[in-house]
T-cell receptor, first 114, second 110 residues
Framework: DGGITQSPKYLFRKEGQNVTLSCEQN?????MYWYRQDPGQGLRLIYY???????QKGDIAEGYSVSREKKESFPLTVTSAQKNPTAFYLC?????????????FGDGTRLSIL | QQPVQSPQAVILREGEDAVINCSSS?????VHWYRQKHGEAPVFLMI?????EQKGHEKISASFNEKKQQSSLYLTASQLSYSGTYFC???????????FGQGTRLTINP
């Protein structure tokens, strides 16, 4: 079955440490997205990518970095510059970045501070 | 700018109807609706494009009034499986990205 796989499911970060969240999709989608969700809040866009080797900042990109070296993969690094990283992180993909395309989500990674 | 959803929460008995609203201060090109159960991934429900169309999916339907910059999600004869948090995602003209509302928590009791 096609889908989006995020790993790990739970992740703990120490002070000053960078951590990387994995996102892999086998839906053959061109567009991929990273969202952050805080308790009781909606989804906020961190970064998105329309095509391999290209990505754009979303609304809350500070303290995060991404890469898109392969169509299937869009890892997110939470850097030490992100002072409040505790949240639920969701990766999504769609066929292309256009409004008539639904986004398919992974099961998320829950990041906490040690 | 984040769209505003109302109500923030609603509790129903099985079989009752519900309406969830999503309003934006900006001109919209499209509205997406998703449902998320606790600790799970959001699941796509439907997309409405500008043109004021109404779409349906079994007993869940939605409308989009582009003049008022708002969309409404209608759940009729609600089932226990409808419980969860509903999010609208709006796309402004030429924006090519979604901005999600804060969510509406729907609880269906037997």
């Amino acid at each position: 079955d096609g889908g989006i796989t995020q790993s790990p499911k739970y992740l703990f970060r120490k002070e000053g440490q960078n951590v990387t969240l994995s996102c892999e999709q086998n839906l053959n989608h061109d567009a991929m997205y990273w969202y952050r969700q805080d308790p009781g809040q909606g989804l906020r866009l961190i970064y998105y990518s329309q095509i391999v080797n290209d990505f754009q900042k979303g609304d809350i990109a500070e303290g995060y970095s991404v890469s898109r070296e392969k169509k299937e993969s869009f890892p997110l690094t939470v850097t030490s510059a992100q002072k409040n990283p505790t949240a639920f992180y969701l990766c999504a993909s769609s066929m292309i970045v256009y409004s008539n395309q639904p986004q398919h989500f992974g099961d998320g990674t829950r990041l906490s501070i040690l | 700018q984040q769209p505003v959803q109302s109500p923030q929460a609603v509790i129903l008995r099985e079989g009752e109807d519900a309406v969830i609203n999503c309003s934006s201060s900006k001109a919209l090109y499209s509205v997406h609706w998703y449902r998320q159960k606790h600790g799970e991934a959001p699941v796509f429900l439907m997309i409405l494009l500008k043109g004021g169309e109404q779409k349906g999916h079994e007993k869940i339907s939605a409308s989009f009034n582009e003049k008022k910059q708002q969309s409404s999600l209608y759940l009729t004869a609600s089932q226990l499986s409808y419980s969860g948090t509903y999010f609208c995602g709006t796309e402004g003209q030429g924006a090519q990205k979604l901005v999600f509302g804060q969510g509406t928590r729907l609880t269906i009791n037997p």
